[in-house]
C-alpha cells in the first residue's frame, strides 16, 4: 500500500470556491473603503489648493494675485486675474480621482495682499453616496464639513 501525499483536484476546487465566495462578499466594502478614502483625500486637496492660492496672495508672490481653477479630474492653482488670462508657466496642477464628482465649483481667486475671494461659494465633493462640502466665506475663510 503506498501513501500518496497532495491534494485532489475536488479539494482545490473547494479552495478556490470559498476564496470567490470571501472575495465577492468583501468587494462592496471595499469600494466604500476606497471611495471614502478618495473622499477624504479630495476634500483635502481642495480645502489646501484654495488656501495655497489665498496665502500666495495675501504675501504678493509673484507680485499677483492667485486663484484656484476645476475641471473634471483637476484642479489648478492659477496666477492671475482670472484663468483664461492666467500665466501657464507658474500653474500647479492637481489630479483627482475620477470616483469622485465635485459639484458648485466656480474659478476663485483672491486678492492681492488681502486675501479676499473673488466670490463665496460653497463645493459639494462626493463619492459612492457619501458627501462633504468646502465654503468659502466674504472674509476668505475656508471651512470643509462633513
Do not use: C
Not at 55 to 82: A, M
Not at 86 to 94: G, V
Request: net charge neutral; no cysteine; hydrophobic share 40%.
Amino acid at each position: 500500500m503506498t501513501n500518496k501525499l497532495g491534494f485532489t483536484l475536488i479539494e482545490l476546487l473547494i479552495v478556490i470556491a470559498i476564496i470567490g465566495i470571501i472575495g465577492a462578499a468583501s468587494a462592496p466594502n471595499l469600494s466604500r473603503f476606497l471611495a471614502g478614502g478618495y473622499l477624504t483625500t479630495t476634500t483635502d486637496k481642495v480645502v489646501r489648493t484654495l488656501r495655497k492660492a489665498q496665502s500666495y496672495s495675501l504675501g504678493g508672490k509673484q507680485d499677483s494675485v492667485w486663484g484656484v481653477h476645476y475641471e473634471p479630474e483637476l484642479l489648478v492653482l492659477f496666477k492671475g486675474d482670472d484663468y483664461a488670462t492666467r500665466d501657464p508657466s507658474f500653474d500647479e496642477r492637481f489630479n483627482l480621482p475620477s470616483m469622485v464628482e465635485v459639484g458648485g465649483f466656480a474659478d476663485i481667486y483672491f486678492r492681492k495682499l488681502r486675501g479676499e475671494p473673488s466670490q463665496t461659494f460653497t463645493v459639494t465633493i462626493s463619492a459612492l453616496g457619501d458627501q462633504r462640502t468646502v465654503t468659502i466665506n466674504q472674509e476668505g475663510m475656508v471651512d470643509a464639513q462633513r
